[in-house]
């Protein structure tokens, strides 16, 4: 086959089809069987993980329901509330762009954590793999992380401009939030540069707002199949492998320094699921300058929305004299 075209029977170069008929492109009989092949695949793909995911269902209900009372036994209803609908619109996020782009993506599946004082590991979201393309991959990393924040940032601020300070601290207990630096200035426009080690009462909204604001910065850490590490190989391709690695050598080398192991389960869960990133269906789609905007100043939220040392023990002595709340104008 030559790649020239005959003209139709009875067609001359004023038949209105016939300009259609002179232009229609050859494409080899190779690349014809290729992409058809791969046209097959993704379709068997779909349908195969559609199967599954009435079974998903049930069981990402469960894990819900075992989520919230995890949490309500961490701190109480009103925070179970808030935590939840941060979790809830960031797991969302990510499932309503992937059906948005026709990705099949399983539920949100919850992770209870009764015996931590959050009360949850966070979410996940299962999609097929080898049917999204690098936008698509770039549109459900990026969408959760943001719609989880737009949550959570109305919750913590509610919390801060709420806040009853004490230096009266329960017998034997002197743990203490670290506050990431988004939530120090936060705090510091609204009360002025108040020592802060003295905070007690942490109203369960403001904790809700931070475990939110914390976890998405987590989240965004630009490794494997962390929201960050779609959106960097998103961005750079196969370089974000290398940066992986390195932010994983860090975080090894901080923890042998400081002797605080604190990110260590973590840290081998990430391990375990690789940090390496798949290719997506179609790594030559090109993202367009907004989306590489975005993309950058979304990762660039870990250097405001991360604290290495989450919690931390007080080394002095508190004090018994209360510091009024200058908010309540009755003290």
Known sequence: ?????????????????????????????????AAEDARRKRQELIRNYHQRLARMWRVAAVLFVATCFSTWLALGLTYSIAVMSILLAHEFGHYLQARRHGVPASPPFFIP??????????????????????????????????AGLAVAFPIAWYGIAHWDFSSVLPEGDNSRLGNPLILQW????????????????????????????FITALNLMPIGQLDGGHILYCLIGRRAHACALLVVTGAVVYMAYTRDFGYA????????????????????????????????????FVLFGFTPQPIFQLEVEPSQERIPNPLNQDE
């Open 113 to 146: 954590f009764p015996i931590s004082p959050i009360g949850t590991m966070g979410a996940v979201i299962a999609q097929a793999g080898g049917v999204a393309n690098r936008k698509q991959m770039f549109d459900i990393a990026i969408t959760g992380p943001l």
């Open 265 to 300: 389960v973590m840290l081998m869960m990430i391990l375990w699921m690789g940090t390496r990133h798949t290719r997506t269906a179609d790594d030559r789609v090109p993202l367009g300058a907004f989306r590489v905007v975005l993309g950058w100043l979304t990762l660039g």
């Open 186 to 213: 936060l705090m510091q426009s609204f009360h002025g540069q108040r020592n802060l080690s003295f905070e007690l009462e942490t109203n369960p909204l403001y904790f809700a707002g931070w475990v939110g604001i």
């Open 1 to 33: 086959m030559d790649g020239s075209q005959s003209e139709p029977e009875g067609l001359d170069e004023h038949s209105p089809q016939f300009g259609a008929e002179a232009i229609t492109p050859y494409v080899p009989v190779g690349l014809q069987s």
